[in-house]
């Protein structure tokens, strides 16, 4: 069962790993990144972020879209962690059962605009998310557990 999908420029950090996982009760995380699995160093980082207990899989985002599909994450509570909205899209394109996204962490870069926190989003990420929501996607912003749902409709137009 998947318990929540998170967009967050920093994969698996503490608030991620703590915070989320717990309150999720969250037994699994997977992480869907096309640059980390060949990446030992981050891969490593990684692992030593992950609370104790958890599960915790890094795949590609073609071969996270081959697990879910297989049905084999289906015995796991788990937690989709995606880099970036064009991340999401990719991996929801392969795996359109994704129906819901939290837009939890995209940093300032050049051409982005500010929408709630720590949210900052392109054009062509807007674009990507206009459309997400016009396929029935719940797209939404919320930091932390604690905060409440933000659907991103209230911030961007």
């Known amino acids: 069962m998947i318990k929540m999908i998170r967009v967050d420029n920093r994969l698996l950090h503490g608030q991620v790993a703590v915070s989320w996982t717990h309150d999720l ?6 992480i869907a990144n096309d640059a980390v699995p060949a990446d030992p160093v981050r891969k490593s980082v990684m692992k030593m972020a992950k609370p104790e207990g958890t599960k915790l899989v890094i795949k590609t985002i073609e071969d996270a879209a081959k697990a879910l599909n297989s049905g084999v994450t289906d ?6 962690v995606v880099e ?12 359109p059962q994704l ?7 995209a940093p300032t870069r050049e051409g982005t605009t500010h ?5 900052n989003l392109t054009d062509d990420e807007v674009a990507q998310v206009k459309q997400l929501v016009a396929d029935g996607v719940d797209v939404f912003v919320q930091m932390v557990p604690t905060d409440s749902r933000v659907a991103i409709t ?4």
């Open 115 to 119: 929408y709630d926190k720590a949210v």
């Open 84 to 95: 970036s909205v064009p991340d999401f899209v990719r991996l929801r394109k392969l795996a």
């Open 99 to 105: 129906d819901f996204v939290d837009l939890g962490g």
């Open 25 to 30: 009760g969250a037994d699994a995380i997977l």
């Open 75 to 80: 015995k796991y509570k788990l937690f989709i």
């Open 154 to 157: 209230k911030l961007i137009n």
